[in-house]
């Protein structure tokens, strides 16, 4: 198998060895993993793409490679670029820090990276790594994803449910905030809705008298109902969600349709 490994966190971040962990293990002796990276810090960025700059491509390695862009920029100067010549079987984005629930799931470059792969036609899978008492502290935080990581792709390269169309599924999972071995299971979920954990801003003024906005993010997944990824993750389970870029809400069509005419 050949793996294609981008993230959001950057090309140095620890997650990224997590993943690359993983991929090894799915790709065995006789695979190949290539790793097309951001240069820097990319969290937040959703699914953005360099349309109106270039992006520096720069090689660091054999099959290892930095970015001046974002996730999905990464993904189409892997696909294009770096291996035109040998696609990929996967690609995997992450292991992100933090999880990637709920809203969150919306504005995530590591969710943004899996869903360009996914419009590029290839098999797609992001990986975040929730964080939490349990397991930040822990020598190794991506603990959960490491153990647990190849088995769960595993899993779903097995159950091979994916989609030859343009807005085909790609897939979202979570690991939850404990250590590996207080994993309750794994469970399939929909994208959850949390009350109060939304973006906000704080304002802020600097000595020079500028004012300047902080985001804050309120934390609730508790409020999400049951079966969603950010009520089972936060429960110890890993969460596994299958996504679409589609982003019509096919029910209300029809139901416009008369408004209109």
């Known amino acids: 198998m050949r793996i294609l490994i981008t993230n959001d966190d950057g090309i140095s971040a620890p997650g990224l060895e997590a993943a690359e962990a993983i991929a090894h293990e799915l ?18 960025v959703g699914h953005c793409v360099s ?4 992006m520096r491509l720069e090689p660091l390695g054999p099959r290892r490679h930095a970015v ?39 504005y995530s470059g590591t969710i943004g990276g899996a869903m ?8 797609a899978i992001a990986m975040s790594q929730y964080f939490g008492p349990e397991n930040r502290h822990l020598e190794d935080p991506f603990a959960a994803a490491r153990a647990h990581g190849a088995r769960v792709i595993r899993q779903i390269l097995a159950a091979d449910i994916w989609e ?19 994993v309750r299971g794994v469970k ?5 809705h949390r009350a109060s954990a939304t973006f906000g801003v704080e304002r802020q003024v600097a000595p020079n008298g500028r004012t300047y906005l902080w985001l804050t993010h309120g934390h609730d997944n508790a409020s999400s109902a049951p079966g969603t990824d950010a009520r089972e993750a936060l429960e110890g389970h890993i969460t596994v969600t299958p996504l679409r870029a589609d982003l019509t809400a096919h029910d209300l069509v029809d139901r416009l349709s008369p408004a209109l005419s």
Not at 35 to 41: T, Y
Not at 87 to 98: I, Y
């Open 188 to 192: 399939a979920t929909r994208q959850g």
């Open 164 to 182: 030859e169309t343009r807005y085909g599924v790609f897939y979202n999972i979570n690991f939850p905030p404990c250590p590996a071995g207080d």
């Open 116 to 123: 360009e792969a996914a419009l590029q036609g290839r098999r």
């Open 51 to 54: 349309y109106i700059r270039p």
């Open 68 to 106: 001046e862009g974002s996730p999905a920029d990464c993904v189409m100067a892997g696909l294009y670029e770096v291996m035109a010549d040998c696609q990929p079987d996967l690609v995997l984005s992450g292991v992100n820090r933090g999880h990637n629930v709920a809203e969150d799931t919306l």
């Open 27 to 44: 790709a065995g002796p006789d695979g190949e993993v290539w790793v097309v990276a951001p240069a820097f810090e990319q969290s937040g």
